[in-house]
Every structure is written in structure tokens, then in C-alpha cells.
């Protein structure tokens, strides 16, 4: 059987050449005639993203920024639209950046951070895609309603499809627990008339494609994974240990502790000699 061997998880990601890495994005872009000056856009939004999530890990273990890269990636093989590209980039940067802060939620001034770094239709699509519902009951009724929505809002709708078929592409759905992974097939299976609503049936026929693989695949002896959604890794260099922060601590008390008593026997010393002055 075909859906339940390597043969048909491998067709599915020959489907075509999907950039991963941002050096295959700018070859792509290259190929597909976009300009020096908007192939610098895309540029100058990887290295913002890679401050806010190049730390960040899918479920799978892949790293997030080769997602961000494979969703422009779909994204300018399909709309040859630099706005489009650079927001697929930076899809998810309202849900997943991490600013630093101790505040886990995004703040006023992350958003006007956002807005300056992203530029005003950037962020309009960005901030649309995470208020977006995405959900397997009502993606259903997508493709009646694209007919009333702005193009706008079928832009948002587009990134959405191009995020579910970059995680069915490269085999994502596979490596997450179960339930998740029914949930992602559903919305993938509904993406394929969403993407003959927005126009584009080379798009729909690798949707139904890759959900005909990926239902029928035999995920026995796949890596399980350790966590359920996307996850941030600290290098060691960056974490606070507790031996080396009590050491630094235990240091600087034993220096201030050898000051003050120098201090206090250079004291004591000046006193005798003003008492033996006075004798």
C-alpha cells in the first residue's frame, strides 16, 4: 500500500522544492524575477524574526524559522506579491514571538513595536492571521463565505492554507501526539476547497494530495514527540545556573568581607598610633 510506505511520504515532499533554509528562499525569490531591493525586505524581516523566535521549535523538533521560511516559500510560489511573501514570513509573530519580557502576553508596546518593524499592511495581515478563528468547524464554511470577504481577509485566508500545507509538505503532521494531529488532517482536508475558492486548483490538488498520504500513513516507529505545540530552547550559555550565580554571589561577599576587615585593621592601627601620640 502505497499511503502506508516511505513511497507515499516521499511524493508528498516532491510535490515541489519548498525552501527550508533562508539561503533556498533567496534562490527561489531569484528565480521567480523579485527584485534585489524586495529580496532585502525579505532579508531584513528574517533577521527581525530570528530576535524574536530563532530560539523557538516546532512540536516535530524542527526548528520554527525554517517554517516561517517554508511558508513564504509556498506563499511566492504561488503570488508573485512581496507584501504577501514578507507577511508569510512573519505569519505567526503575534502568537509565538517572545520580546524578552516577563509578561507572557504581547503588550501595547510590543504591538507599536511591531507596527514600526513591520510596516502598516505587514502587520495588518499578521495581526488579522492570529484573530483569524481557525477551527475544523467553522474552516468548513470558508468557501461559502470567501465570496463576501475583503481581499484582505482572503489574503489572511491564503496564509492560512499555505501554514497547513507546509506542515503536511514537509511531514510535520506526523510527529505530533495524536489528537493534535487528527485536528491539523481536519483543517487540512478542509483547505483543498478553500483553496479552489481563492483560485489557485494546483494549490487544492496538493492539499488533497498530502491529506490522502498523510490519513493513511503508518505513523508506527515515528519519534514521539516531547512536546505538543511549538517550544523554546535556552542555550546553557543564556540560562542563569544556580552554581555559577551563588559563586558569583559568594565572591563578591567574600571580597566586600575582606575590604571591610583591611578597612577595619587599618582603622584600629591609626587609632593606636594617635594613642600612643598622645602619650
Known amino acids: 500500500d502505497v499511503y502506508s510506505s516511505h513511497a507515499g511520504l516521499r511524493e508528498i515532499s516532491n510535490m515541489f522544492d519548498v525552501s527550508q533554509t533562508i539561503v533556498q528562499l533567496y534562490r527561489q525569490l531569484l528565480g521567480q524575477e523579485f527584485t534585489a531591493a524586495e529580496i532585502q525586505r525579505v532579508a531584513a524581516m528574517y533577521h527581525y ?3 524574536l523566535c530563532g530560539n523557538r521549535f516546532r512540536a516535530s523538533g524542527k526548528p520554527f524559522m525554517d517554517h516561517l521560511v517554508g511558508v513564504a516559500s509556498i506563499a511566492a510560489h504561488y503570488r508573485h506579491d ?4 514578507v507577511a508569510a514570513l512573519a505569519h505567526s509573530v503575534y502568537d509565538e514571538a517572545d520580546f524578552g519580557s516577563f509578561w507572557p502576553k504581547i503588550t501595547r508596546r510590543n504591538k507599536r513595536e511591531l507596527r514600526r518593524e513591520l510596516g502598516h499592511d505587514v502587520d495588518t495581515l499578521t ?3 492570529s484573530e483569524f478563528e481557525w477551527k475544523p468547524q467553522t474552516v468548513a464554511t470558508i468557501p461559502q463565505r470567501l465570496a463576501s470577504m475583503t481581499g484582505t481577509e482572503r489574503d489572511v485566508v491564503f496564509l492560512r492554507v ?3 500545507l507546509e506542515e503536511a509538505i514537509n511531514l510535520d503532521l506526523l510527529f505530533y501526539e495524536n489528537v493534535r494531529r487528527q485536528k491539523k ?15 489557485y486548483p494546483a494549490m487544492a490538488r496538493e492539499v488533497r494530495e498530502a491529506y490522502v498520504v498523510l490519513v493513511h500513513a503508518d505513523v508506527a516507529g515515528m519519534p514521539v514527540p ?3 505545540y511549538s517550544f ?5 550559555s543564556d540560562r542563569k545556573r ?3 550565580l551563588l559563586g558569583r554571589y559568594f565572591y563578591r561577599f567574600r571580597k566586600r568581607l575582606y575590604n571591610a576587615l583591611k578597612q577595619g585593621e587599618a582603622k584600629a592601627g591609626d587609632e593606636t598610633g594617635h594613642a600612643n601620640t598622645a602619650k
Do not use: K, Q, W
Open 82 to 85: 512581496i507584501i504577501l511573501v
Open 226 to 228: 516531547e512536546h505538543a
Open 49 to 51: 524574526m530570528m530576535e
Open 232 to 236: 523554546i530552547v535556552t542555550p546553557r
Open 242 to 244: 544556580l552554581s555559577p
Open 185 to 199: 488532517l481536519a483543517l487540512l482536508n478542509a483547505c483543498s476547497d478553500i483553496a479552489d475558492g481563492l483560485g
Open 127 to 129: 495581526r488579522l492571521y
Open 162 to 164: 499555505a501554514n497547513e
